[in-house]
Each structure stands twice: as structure tokens, then as C-alpha cells.
């Protein structure tokens, strides 16, 4: 159940970013517990920021399609057969089902309510038994259509038709990340879950790695130090941290083809937290992520995926070594998960006070500032 703090939830948050970072605590336990903070995420940041559905590489046939619930509204991504990936509502215009579900092909997207069909671009191609309605028109129904945008590789969609391009809020990131050839990663696997937690406490977990000795002490723990690990101030659209990773991860090294990166940067691992909730761990040799979406403040939807540099398509032993790795990323889930599920747990208690953060934070304080900007930019253009 939500607790409601006796105080606004936003003004908490407002008081907790008005220091600077070397004195900042974590957020208040209002910012994730609250139905009233929710609200104001859902309309000031999620009805108006890019969302990511994952990878193009995954769409890449006529028909194929991702689905999403976005802020309340229904959505799917389809490759059309020119094609040009669209995204649509997912509702049909006659009673108002839902269309397709989770991922997929369809040769035509029909509703499994009374057989409307429509055609990969939206447009109403035939509908049973209307010819008594004087009124219809199939030629006036088309579904509407929704903001898509791909970014390296990345399938974004937004209910704003006024937001600016993805690609414009991170050019930053393409010069920083250029020598990864990020959009030349391929998918291999794609799941969704449910975990019991809070978005921002999955978002706030992935953005840091000072919790990897120990809550990963069983898996990663050891393979990065945290002397290594640089967490410099983040930009508006995405924060991120550095950390290089042991050589006896082999897969995560850039492969000897990869002449873009030198030195160290073969070795790096970027955690890339693009705002408001794609995730990325990106090695030179493979990726994975996680992009979130709150159920209610005690709950997340998570979309997990991820895949291989294309500069190792061609070596023999990637497939046992990716095959590895996925074992390990699942074991690593489960310890996150627990870890994860635990704090908001403990945001629930009346005597859960947030703490000082390490320098190893810094990210999840650029995180909140930014979540304060949305919020209070978004409660300036709508008056309130």
C-alpha cells in the first residue's frame, strides 16, 4: 500500500536537490511511496519524455511488432512494409479493445473483439457486418498515430507531438560512446517482469555500482573495484558512470577487429542511464538493459534484453561465452531483485529515514535533480 507523506512529495523532493551534491541525502521516501508523486511523474515525465521499447534489431521483418502500456495509454510499434517502423494506438476505433499483446508478427493487426482489421500502417481495411450503418465509413478510421523515433539502434516512442527529437537531447552521448558502434549491437534475448519495488529504486540501483561488493558478492562483486569506478556530473538527458572490467571477462573486452577503441577504452563499461528509464550496461564486446515503467508506486514493469557487438558475429566461440553471460545476468536479477525489493520495503516504514549519499552516488542525485526539473517544468506550462 502507498504511504502519503503528511508533506507535498514534490516540495520534499524540491528541499532535497537545494543542497549541493557533496551535502545531499537520498530522495525522501514520499518520492516512492506516494500516489500523489506518481501522478505527477506519469504526467510531467512519462506522457512527455522518450520512451524505449527495446531494440530495433528485433523488429526487423514486415509486421513485426512491440506493444506498451505508456502512461495509461496503449501503444504498438510495427514495422510497416515499406519498411518504416510506426507506432499506434493499440485500441480498436469500434468498442475499444486492446489489439495485439507483447511482442510478434502480424500480417494485419485484427481485433480480437469483433475482427476490425486494419492494415501495418494503421488504416481500417475491412470490418464485419457494417454495411447497415448508414454512418460508417471505413475510409475514415485509421488508427492514431504516436511519436517513434530510433536512436542507435534504440526504439523510442512519446505521446508529445511537441518533444523535441531523441537524438537532439543526446548528441553528448554520441561523441562520448562513438567508438562502441552502439547501433551495431544485435538483440539475442528479450524478457518482461514484474518486481516489487519502486521504478526509481531499480533506475537509482543500476545507476550506481557502489552496492556491487556486496550485493552482488555472489556473482560481479569482484570483477570491478570500486577504486575504478568514475561517476562524474550528469548532463540533462542521461547521466552515467565508468568502470573497467577484468580481463577474464573475455566477451566484454573489445574484440581485435575493434580498431575505433584504444587503449583502456577497450576495457570500459559505460553504465548509461538515458532519463527518464532506459538502463544500459555497455561493454565494447556486449550489452544489456532494462527499461522501466512504474505500476503504481510498489511495482515496476521491466523490459530486459540484450545482445552482442556485431564485431563478434563472426568468432566461433561467442555462443558458448554469450550463453555464459546470460546465465550470470540471470543470477545477477535475482540478487537485484532481492536487493531491490528490500529497500522499498524499508521505504515503507514509518521510521525510514534517507541517508547521505557516497561520491559513488553521484548519479542517483543527478537523477533526482532531473526529476524535479521535469516535474516543475511541467507544472509551469500547465499552470498549476
Given at each position: 500500500?502507498?504511504k502519503d ?7 520534499e523532493?524540491?528541499?532535497s536537490?537545494?543542497?549541493p ?19 505527477e ?7 512527455k519524455?522518450?520512451?524505449c521499447?527495446?531494440r530495433a534489431s ?6 513485426d511488432?512491440?506493444t ?14 515499406d519498411?518504416d517502423l510506426k507506432?499506434?494506438?493499440n485500441?480498436?476505433l469500434h468498442?475499444?479493445?486492446?489489439l495485439?499483446e507483447?511482442?510478434?508478427?502480424a500480417?494485419?493487426?485484427?481485433c480480437?473483439y ?6 501495418l500502417?494503421?488504416?481500417?481495411r475491412g470490418?464485419p457486418?457494417m454495411?447497415l450503418?448508414e454512418g460508417?465509413?471505413?475510409?475514415a478510421y ?8 530510433e536512436?542507435n539502434g534504440w526504439?523510442?516512442?512519446?505521446l ?9 537531447a543526446l ?15 544485435t538483440?539475442a534475448?528479450y524478457?518482461e ?7 526509481k529504486v ?12 556486496v550485493c552482488?558478492?555472489g ?10 569506478m568514475?561517476?562524474p ?14 580481463e577474464?571477462?573475455?566477451i ?7 580498431d575505433?577503441?584504444?587503449?583502456e ?8 542511464a538515458?532519463y527518464?528509464?532506459l538502463?544500459i550496461?555497455?561493454?565494447?564486446g556486449y550489452?544489456?538493459?532494462l527499461?522501466l515503467?512504474?505500476?503504481g508506486?510498489g ?6 534484453g ?7 558475429k563472426d568468432?566461433?566461440?561467442v555462443h ?11 543470477d545477477?536479477?535475482?540478487e ?9 520495503r524499508?521505504l ?5 529515514r534517507?541517508?547521505?549519499?557516497s561520491?559513488?552516488e553521484r548519479?542517483?542525485?543527478?537523477f533526482?535533480?532531473y526529476l524535479m526539473s521535469?516535474?516543475?517544468?511541467g507544472?509551469?506550462?500547465s499552470g498549476?
Open positions: 500500500m502507498a507523506s503528511q508533506l507535498d512529495p514534490v516540495e523532493l524540491r528541499q536537490v537545494s543542497v551534491f557533496e551535502n545531499a541525502r537520498a530522495m525522501p521516501t514520499s518520492v516512492y511511496t506516494s500516489d500523489a508523486f506518481l501522478a511523474e506519469l504526467t510531467h515525465i512519462f506522457r519524455d522518450w520512451y521499447l527495446g528485433a523488429l526487423g521483418n514486415a509486421g511488432y512491440a506498451c502500456e505508456l502512461a495509461g495509454q496503449q501503444i504498438v510499434v510495427i514495422r510497416d512494409r519498411g507506432a499506434l494506438s485500441v480498436c468498442r475499444m479493445s486492446t495485439l507483447g511482442r510478434g508478427n500480417k494485419l493487426i485484427v480480437p469483433h475482427a476490425w482489421t486494419y492494415n500502417d494503421g488504416k481500417l470490418a457486418a454495411s450503418n460508417f465509413c471505413k475510409d485509421a488508427l492514431p498515430k504516436v511519436r517513434c523515433e536512436w526504439v523510442f516512442v512519446n508529445d507531438p511537441n518533444a523535441a527529437p531523441v537524438a537532439d548528441s553528448d552521448l554520441d561523441a562520448m560512446i562513438a567508438g562502441y558502434n552502439m547501433e551495431a549491437y538483440e534475448f524478457e517482469h514484474v518486481w516489487d519495488t519502486n521504478w531499480l533506475a537509482e540501483n543500476f545507476m550506481e555500482s557502489y552496492h556491487l561488493p552482488h558478492a556473482t560481479i562483486g569482484g570483477l570491478s573495484k570500486l577504486e575504478d568514475i561517476c556530473p550528469g548532463l540533462p538527458a542521461f547521466n552515467y558512470h565508468t568502470i573497467l572490467k577484468d577474464s571477462l573475455t566484454a573486452m573489445a574484440h581485435p577487429s575493434n575505433r577503441l584504444k587503449g577504452e577497450r576495457r570500459t563499461t559505460y553504465l548509461l538515458i527518464p528509464s538502463l550496461t555497455l561493454t565494447p550489452f544489456w538493459y527499461s515503467h512504474p505500476k508506486p511495482q515496476v514493469h521491466i523490459r530486459f540484450g545482445g552482442m557487438s556485431d564485431d563478434f568468432d566461433p566461440s558458448d561465452h554469450f550463453a555464459a553471460l546470460k546465465a550470470l545476468l540471470d545477477v536479477n535475482i537485484d531483485r532481492g536487493c531491490t525489493e528490500k529497500v522499498y524499508g515503507c516504514s514509518d521510521l525510514a534517507p541517508g547521505h549519499l561520491h559513488l548519479p542517483n542525485y543527478d533526482a535533480t521535469r516535474i516543475e517544468t507544472r509551469a506550462s498549476d
